[in-house]
């Protein structure tokens, strides 16, 4: 069982895999070569599942810290006998600069250690786990390092100094002087290739100061947000582009899997894919943090992975993987114990499956971001979007999960018709672009039916608010999406009167916003959701309350971690951090909130 706090960890991402790191210096979550590949290291879910530690044997204080404008981690030591300083990082490819990172990474994990004062023990423990813990590999030495294989994977640790070998862990105890460092890397490849090479400690010092400069060129792009909280948003970004599969564009909603939405409970998912219903707030996050070409390159790669799918009549798909694989099907790993015993630990998730009608409102929305001021569109992605409006309006009057995948019979969730009515708004919006001017009647007509219901039956008199779904008492926390959207104004007494009633309902004494408080098929109790008490602020927002969306967006903020990370949820009985880390939603509604109180 690993109890160790998420919020402990920081991430390391080279755009197509990712690895969290712990404050003592241990690696304790990698995948490759992708972020939804089996692990090599996986302590986080379990004791026993690998990791890899370079640390003093004795600090009392630890602090740590991004190189400017990179997601580069450098941890500081200090301790009775000196200070050494240890920096971790995944190579980008040689020379990637800007558009290219992640286009050709080579996945390695480089670290340097460095004292910078006094004479430092330090310890280097290397215990690898492939496929989640299930495979001890056998360890030969090589010059100039290790060699493991085991299951599929072949790995090299490339090291100067000599590993003591015991079974399948590998470590050893040296003492570094003022000046002296010490230079290690992880090579990944597979058993029917050849073994990766072993790095010499200039080689790996050349990518370390290569992978900095990448990071940087990139942030340099894109540092186009001027305004409060520039250092979070522009962090965010970095976040965003290190949660992106660079070979399709794809954004994973976590790093992780498992890492539960309540302690010891069941609610524990893989998030290591790319969700739709995060489309056009992910896309309006991009164009804020990052520019175009991450919007195009996103979007581009959700019409891909779904075309097909309206051509056959089916439910447009919720979620893929990050090549576009549409079979996630859900499997439990019953040998790993779970973060703090929470089980059962997941790989896929079964949510692929389920209707969420919310998709099509997404879709659009995500297109008329990208697509409003174009000149022209390729025949099949006009074709794709129109199906898109059409099954919006065919679709909209069914029950479905809703946003939060609820595990149960289909409802008619307000979240769900409202996304409906933003898929024919902006449908019609962008009907001469798409050739679809014979629809627009058509689309009109429908789109006001959807708005009558929701006026109707979204708005309860006793409760005083939109609720969850239509007639129900309920509240929850997507309603206060009504005017992001643009289907009422903020200054509507009805938006406000909402606003109102989840800060009063939904918030808990520390100030944070759950979901929402109703049933969903599933035991125990979650925690309060980041990325909802930034709708908050968002909302409050753009209802002209300038000083609560402030102190709600600060609220929110203050519960990033020591190097800027955000989680999903927020225990509120602890303020512990809870779910999948890093939480890109989090990030993105963070950034969203950031430039609507700006623009206030």
Known sequence: MSTR???????????????????????????????????????????????????????????????????????????PDGTVVLVDALALGRRERGHSMGASSPGVLLRQVTCVEGRVPVEVAYSPRPEFGLVKPLMRPVRDGLVAHGGACVLTLSTPVELRVSGAVADTTLTLGAGEHLELALG?????????????PRHIRRRLRDTVAGWRSWSRLHARYQGPWEEQVGLSGRVLRALTFAPTGAIVAAATT????????????????????????????LATAACEREETAFFAFLARASATQLDRGADLQIMYGVGGERDLSERPLPHLTGWRSSSPVRVGNDAWQQRQIDVYGELLDAAH?????????????????????DAAARRWPEPDQGLWEVRGPGRHFLHSKLMCWAALDRAITLAPLLGADGHVAGWRRTREQ??????????????????????????????????????????????????????????????????????????????????????????????????????????????????????????????????????AFSHIGLINAARAIRDL
């Open 369 to 389: 971001q990208i697509y409003r001021d174009a000149g022209t569109l390729d025949t099949l992605t006009r074709s794709f979007l129109v199906g898109v409006a």
């Open 450 to 583: 959807i708005r009558a219901a929701i006026l109707t039956h979204g708005w309860n008199d006793e409760v005083g608010a939109f609720t969850q779904a239509f007639t129900a008492p309920d509240l929850d926390a997507s309603v206060l999406m009504m005017p992001m959207v643009g289907f009422l104004p903020g200054d509507d007494p009805r938006v406000r009167a909402t606003v109102d009633a989840v800060a009063a309902h939904l918030t808990d004494a520390r100030g944070l916003v759950h979901r929402y408080h109703a049933a969903d098929g599933l035991l125990g109790e979650e925690g309060t959701f980041l990325l909802c008490t930034f709708w908050l602020a968002h909302a409050a927002a753009l209802t002209g309350r300038r000083a609560m969306a402030r102190h709600v967006f600060q609220t929110a903020a203050s519960y990033a971690n020591d190097v800027g990370l955000l989680a999903e949820e927020v225990d509120s009985a602890t303020g512990e951090a809870l779910g999948n880390f890093p939480q």
């Open 258 to 285: 498992s890492l539960p939405e309540s302690v010891g409970g069941e609610r524990n998912w893989d998030y290591r894919y790319t969700w739709i219903r995060d489309t056009s707030f992910t896309l309006q996050a």
């Open 188 to 200: 990944t490849g597979w058993t029917w290739g050849p073994e990766p090479p072993p790095l010499s």
């Open 5 to 79: 706090p998420i919020s402990d960890h920081a991430l390391l991402g080279d755009c197509r895999s990712a690895a969290l790191v712990t404050s003592d210096g241990s690696v304790d979550w990698l995948c490759m070569p992708r972020f939804d590949s089996p692990s090599i290291f996986a302590r986080v879910l379990d004791e026993s599942a690998g990791y890899w530690s370079v640390r003093p044997t004795r600090h009392t204080e630890v602090t740590r810290r991004y190189l400017d404008g990179s997601l580069v981690l450098e941890t500081t030591f200090h301790g």
